[in-house]
């Protein structure tokens, strides 16, 4: 059993900062990649940062700048900390993990339950 668990999620004026926290508990023997996806109404889940076990962080263009993932190795945690923040970013924000369970040779995606992020005009 795996669990991601969010949280740092709420309404903020635009301009302003929220700081989203990531643990992964359970069944884990590793993980890989650690992700942060958001979900608009109406749209698609996009990528918006990852970064891997070794620290290295890649941004989707629009946050790029403004927003900063890092993680925790010792403690499967995950952040992603949101400056400058613009009504746009308003979404259901999810974080992910590419973990290998113990046993398994392939790692499995997991993902949160997701944590609403709105940011006011």
């Known amino acids: 059993q795996v669990q991601l668990v969010e949280s740092g999620g709420g309404l903020v004026q635009a301009g302003g900062s929220l700081r989203l926290s990531c643990a992964a508990s359970g069944s884990i023997f590793s993980i890989n990649t650690m992700g942060w996806y958001r979900q608009a109404p109406g749209k698609q889940r996009e990528l918006v940062a990852s970064i891997t076990s070794g620290g290295t962080a890649d941004y989707t263009d629009s946050v790029k700048g403004r927003f900063t993932t890092s993680r925790d190795n010792a403690k499967n945690m995950v952040y992603l900390q949101m400056n400058s923040l613009k009504p746009e970013d308003t979404a259901v924000y999810y974080c992910?993990?590419?973990?290998?369970?113990?046993?398994?040779?392939?790692?499995?995606?997991?993902w949160g339950q997701g944590t609403q992020v709105t940011v006011s005009s």
């Open positions: 992910s993990a590419d973990l290998r369970r113990p046993g398994l040779l392939s790692p499995t995606k997991y």
